[in-house]
């Protein structure tokens, strides 16, 4: 593993596969209640520009139980980029803790940021790539499929940071990933091609919603607008209408369908609230392994994963 996570697509398949393992050992150790302080007396810096609810708590929650500290840095504390330029914050920053965690607008930010910080930077999320969201997201289908073989995957709505991620794990394990989106909503060209010319998946582009269904194991979607999209809103919820995940389009996917969402969701737009709440739904075993995963990309990151305690 690199300096950095800020993209799937940074890690080999054996490394995704290390840290999903990882992340299953340090769930059971948090579930049966053994001490697991691989990062005792190490800090973590919670830079956000962008509410959120899963990943400040299971950042800030895994440091803890890591025996580690995270300070949460909000919109208005730091003001990367206004009060003092990105690089400059990184510097600073990497004077004090052992990693940042990051949770920002533009793509290219993270990537100047980390660029510039003498300690590790985790993506927290951008508008182009949500990683840490899309490797719980493959520890809970491992877990619940106990297998990651012959999987299809059917991504249903905005082609947007979750998309983007989904396409970059896409181009790492092999399955077919099916993708519905409206014509002017398509993931990104540069991070489809990659995966594409990586030819280890079948990843194909609908503009039916139906048609990408059938015998899909895992059923996903995310919200019509994303956050700094607020203003779309209105105008996206005529667009995305006929993508919405409901009880007709999961029963063309197969009998045993996962259904999945990052958070927040908006029942009644982009999935019903049968669906979501229904029998199918693991939208909060996905949640919580958001905790797990990302406690392993930290021990990797810090390299205490092979540390005796
Ligand atoms: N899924 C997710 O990242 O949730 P938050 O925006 O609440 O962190
Ligand atoms: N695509 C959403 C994901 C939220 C976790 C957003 O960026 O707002």
Redo the contacts with the bound molecule.
């Keep these: 593993m690199g300096k950095n996570f800020l993209a799937i697509s940074e890690l080999n398949r054996a490394e995704i596969v290390e840290i999903l393992d990882l992340a299953k050992d340090l769930k059971q150790m948090q579930k049966q209640g053994e001490a697991h302080a691989r990062l005792a007396g190490k800090t973590l810096a919670m830079i956000f520009q962008k509410p959120s609810t899963r990943t400040r708590i299971s950042f800030e929650v895994g440091m803890f139980q890591l025996g580690g500290y995270a300070l949460y840095l909000g919109p208005n504390d730091i003001q990367i980029g206004q009060r003092e330029s990105i690089a400059d914050v990184a510097r600073t920053i990497s004077r004090y803790v052992d990693v940042i965690m990051a949770r920002l607008f533009g793509h290219e930010d993270i990537i100047e940021l980390a660029g510039a910080a003498a300690v590790p930077v985790i993506n927290g999320?951008t508008d182009l790539l949500?990683p840490c969201?899309i490797m719980a997201d493959i520890l809970t289908v491992y877990e619940k499929r106990e297998s990651l073989d012959d999987l299809k995957v059917t991504y249903i709505g905005d082609g947007?940071?979750?998309a983007n991620s989904w396409i970059n794990l896409a181009a790492r394990l092999p399955m077919t990933l099916a993708l519905a989106v409206p014509e002017g909503y398509d993931p990104d060209p540069e991070i489809l091609a990659a995966a594409k010319e990586a030819n280890i998946s079948d990843i194909q582009i609908y503009r039916d919603p139906v048609a990408a269904s059938h015998n899909a194991h895992v059923l996903y979607t995310?919200?019509w607008a994303?956050?700094g999209q607020e203003a779309e809103a209105e105008e996206r919820k005529k667009v995305f209408r006929p993508f919405q995940v409901n009880t007709e389009l999961v029963a063309v996917a197969d009998s045993h369908c996962l259904i999945m969402h990052?958070?927040?969701a908006h029942r009644g737009e982009e999935i019903t609230a049968e669906v979501i709440d229904g029998p199918q739904s693991i939208v909060f075993d996905e949640a919580e392994n958001r905790l797990h995963v990302q406690k392993a990309i930290m021990v990797k990151l810090l390299g205490a994963d092979k540390q005796v305690i």
Excluded: A, E, F, I
């Design positions: 999320l949500h969201q947007n940071n979750v995310d919200v994303s956050m990052c958070l927040p």
